[in-house]
């Protein structure tokens, strides 16, 4: 059973470009969180969605990120404009409730030049 | 005030030492409560739960004290292999699942 899978795993952009990140939960997880650890600080809660639902995104900044989970096809946290304060790891986790333990992906670390 | 704080460390000790981690947390209506680790800032891999009346899994002894809103891990016996950041993490109450973390406590044992 695979785990949880992000890609890419690393991505650099240029200020002002778009970055989407991809999040694939574990088989049979249909709740997805994403997470976003900036250097030298602890990870902090972004958004949590369920299928074709977003469930809670009180973490989320209010302008430039965007999450989605679709009925099919991964999870995409999308972050419009980049800045260079975006540079941060970003995990994803998945469960297959809201009320069991979470698994993380690998991260995707995201450097904006 | 941190939503969760921990004494961020580093612990250095030898192998074989017995180390000790605690951790506060400040919604008292928080729900469910874990250690993850996370090393070199990799994907954090839980650890164990944490419960009130305390559990145990091999070296690692996990207590909760909810009156305190007090949390610790206990290590016996440290490996090389257990050098790591140790992340004390809580969920809020039962409408909200994403998980707080602290900033973790880091963990090197020396041979």
């Known amino acids: 059973n695979a785990g949880v899978m992000q890609n890419p795993r690393h991505l650099v952009r240029r200020r002002g470009q778009e970055a989407r990140l991809r999040c694939s939960p574990m088989k049979g997880h249909s709740h997805v969180y994403w997470y976003r650890q900036l250097p030298e600080e602890g990870l902090k809660f972004m958004v949590y969605?369920?299928?074709?639902?977003?469930?809670?995104e009180s973490g989320m900044p209010k302008e430039r990120f965007s999450a989605e989970f679709p009925k099919e096809g991964p999870s995409i946290l999308r972050i419009q404009q980049v800045v260079r304060g975006d540079s941060a790891a970003y995990f994803c986790?998945?469960?297959?409730?809201?009320?069991?333990?979470?698994?993380f992906g690998p991260g995707t670390r995201l450097t904006v030049l | 005030r941190k939503e969760v704080e921990q004494d961020p460390g580093p612990f250095n000790v030898p192998e074989g030492a017995t180390v000790a981690f605690n951790c506060t947390y400040s919604n008292s209506a928080s729900q469910s409560f874990f250690w993850y680790r996370q090393d070199c800032r990799k994907e954090p891999k839980l650890l164990m739960s944490v419960y009130s009346s305390g559990n145990e899994d091999g070296r690692f002894t996990a207590q909760l004290n909810r009156a305190s809103q007090y949390i610790s891990l206990l290590i016996r016996d440290s490996k090389l292999s257990d050098s790591a950041t140790y992340l004390c993490?809580?969920?809020?109450?039962?409408?909200?699942?994403?998980?707080?973390f602290g900033s973790g406590t880091r963990l090197q044992v020396q041979p």
């Open positions: 993490v809580v969920t809020g109450d039962t409408g909200r699942r994403a998980l707080t």
């Open positions: 969605l369920q299928k074709e639902n977003i469930i809670d």
């Open positions: 986790a998945s469960s297959p409730t809201g009320f069991h333990e979470q698994f």
